[in-house]
């Protein structure tokens, strides 16, 4: 089995760098005492403390483990882009990946398809590998079309190489926990989902993202059909997440 990818999206938390630096020394400490490790981990922490997990990450053996990532990107590389971060200022700090065109950027900050594509664009001009959040807000009777609609705006202008460099989260907006009532997609839905994905993007890595957590992370990490998954709330609890990672370690 090929590697599995774990994303680590912490939203809009921890509110202090001592607890980010309490969740990063608690997944050092757990990865230390696994013998096997067949999956790779990003931590993509608020901008704020980039620097200093980017620090953690280059000076301690966690680094050896797991990248850096970062949850958005500015338009441009440089100018006038008030509280923007920018490409080059990521690269700067060894970020490698970076999290491009989320739900709730989608939905709370309305971010359209041409933004995220700007934005994807800004991405791979600077190297860092995209992390492309797409899915359907209501799984109604022509979600598949919205998908399809959405991957085409998204993905507008990029040669196919650039395109199967990026990768993939599909997360349908209901099943992220911060909707309410939200439900992870069963493995099944999810999959039926990917194949959409897979007919525009054959080659691609692709995730799955939305309500995973320890109950639920095998069910999804063991299937052949998924690279892997972005965890985003569960990322923050500790003991969860480490459990997660527990689950990823022995598949
Ligand atoms: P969740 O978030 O795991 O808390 O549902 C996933 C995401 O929004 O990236």
Redesign the pocket.
């Known amino acids: 089995m090929s590697k599995k990818l774990l994303i680590a999206?912490w939203k809009m938390n921890p509110d202090s760098l001592a607890q980010a630096n309490q969740i990063l020394e608690a997944i050092d400490g757990h990865l230390e005492g696994m013998m096997y490790r067949n999956f790779s981990l990003v931590i993509c922490p608020p901008f704020i403390f980039l620097e200093e997990v980017s620090k953690t990450l280059t000076t301690s053996r966690l680094g050896q483990s797991a990248f850096l990532g970062a949850q958005d990107i500015a338009l441009e590389d440089s100018g006038g882009f008030t509280g923007e971060i920018s490409g080059p200022m990521l690269a700067g700090l060894n970020v490698r990946y970076v999290i491009i065109g989320?739900s709730?950027r989608r939905w709370k900050m309305n971010e359209s398809n041409e933004i995220v594509n700007i934005k994807l664009k800004s991405a791979l001009r600077n190297t860092l590998t995209p992390i492309v959040c797409v899915g359907e807000r209501e799984r109604t009777a022509d979600f598949k079309d919205f998908l399809r609609n959405q991957i085409k705006e998204t993905f507008a202008g990029l040669s196919q190489e650039e395109k199967e460099a990026c990768i993939i989260a599909y997360?349908p907006v209901w099943a992220?926990?911060?909707t309410p009532g939200a439900q992870p997609d069963s493995p099944e839905g999810a999959h039926d989902s990917m194949m959409v994905i897979r007919e525009l993007l054959p080659e691609a890595k692709i995730l799955y993202?939305?309500?995973?957590n320890a109950n639920n992370a095998h069910d999804f990490l063991s299937r052949a059909d998924m690279d892997g998954v972005?965890?985003?709330?569960?990322s923050v609890r500790t003991e969860e997440f480490l459990k997660i990672l527990t689950i990823a370690a022995a598949l």
């Open positions: 999206n989320h709730e997360e992220i926990s911060t993202g939305g309500s995973i972005l965890v985003g709330g569960a």
